[in-house]
């Protein structure tokens, strides 16, 4: 059976940041939010966060090389081919604006963790592999992000290793230690805090909109006066798109996946998890607004693009008789 629209929970979770948004714009003409918005962020981003990492199967990192070939290679292209290419954009569009140029790094470099399931999904790929490819994904990206902002960014912005290291932790590594607690200790024996658990795991989206509304009603002047923010992120990300989606479909075919593999192997190197950045940005370069709102804006670029990626793929795909 062939699925080609979103669901209607995935069509919801798209409105539901755009609605997010223009709440935030609107709150930003009341006193309290505009002084105070910025301090309910980091704390909304964290409590989305602990909802991703209660859905991340880390028991399952060992079936991720049970298919060496298409993890081996989607774990090269999301962490050395992808954050080299996404310097190389900035360096050709974004070279006189260097937040926005760490932002779009920011975005590029950190491969998705839910929403390439979906998409993988709906392209009739192989949703087993690509699940078992998400908890690599993710410990790669936490470990590796650090990395890559001070390599490729520390000469564009100034980077304070130390508050870097404490934003890490504070917004992955607590997170993340909460959601193994709850998972093995309460989850198990407490069936009211069960119900809690699987609730925040179920709606972590919402908090994720809670975080975008308090942004842009905290930095929503700057947005307005930056009206060209969007342009100016559209053809580099769309660039992005288009040539890693090419370069998923060449490698596909001289490494002879099947084309449940090539979705997936087209999914997870183009989907990117900006919240998990858009988490770090928010607290390492507060005083950068700039960064922050690119990753919000790239979330509202590539959505759409993901919907047209599984519909050719689906077109790709083929018949059998």
Not at 59 to 70: E, P
Request: hydrophobic share 60%; charged share 10%; aromatic share 12%.
């Amino acid at each position: 059976m062939e699925v080609s629209v979103l669901s209607r929970p995935e069509k919801l979770q798209i409105l539901l940041v755009i609605v997010a948004i223009f709440i935030g714009l609107t709150l930003k003409h009341i006193h309290w939010f505009s002084e105070n918005g910025v301090y309910l962020i980091v704390p909304a981003l964290m409590v989305m966060l602990y909802g991703v990492f209660l859905n991340i199967p880390f028991n399952r990192l060992a079936n991720g090389f049970q298919n060496y070939k298409v993890t081996g290679l989607s774990l090269a292209i999301n962490f050395l081919w992808t954050p080299i290419f996404a310097w190389g954009l900035g360096a050709i569009f974004l070279k006189d604006n260097p937040d926005l140029w760490v932002g779009l790094m920011m975005l590029i470099v950190t491969p998705c963790t839910d929403w390439y399931l979906i998409f993988t999904s709906l392209a009739q790929g192989d949703v087993a592999l690509a699940t078992a490819l998400l908890p690599w994904n993710l410990l790669l990206q936490v470990i590796l992000l650090p990395v890559y902002l001070w390599v490729f960014a520390g000469k564009l912005v100034n980077i304070n290793a130390t508050m870097l290291l404490k934003s890490v932790m504070l917004v992955f590594v607590v997170p993340m230690i909460l959601a193994f607690i709850s998972k093995r200790l309460i989850q198990p024996y407490n069936r009211i805090g069960h119900c809690l658990i699987h609730k925040i795991a179920a709606n972590q989206w919402l908090f994720l909109c809670v975080a975008i509304a308090a942004m842009f009603a905290s930095q929503g002047e700057i947005l307005i006066k930056q009206s060209e923010l969007l342009p100016k992120m559209l053809l580099p990300i769309s660039i992005f798109f288009v040539i890693n989606f090419w370069l998923g479909q060449t490698i596909g075919r001289f490494a002879h996946f099947s084309y449940e593999e090539t979705a997936c192997f087209n999914c997870t190197t183009l989907a990117r998890n900006s919240p998990l950045s858009l988490a770090i940005a928010t607290s390492a370069f507060s005083d950068r607004p700039l960064i922050a709102l690119v990753l919000v804006i790239g979330a509202l670029i590539e959505l759409p693009i993901l919907v047209v990626v599984s519909q050719i793929l689906l077109l790709l795909r083929p018949r059998t008789k």
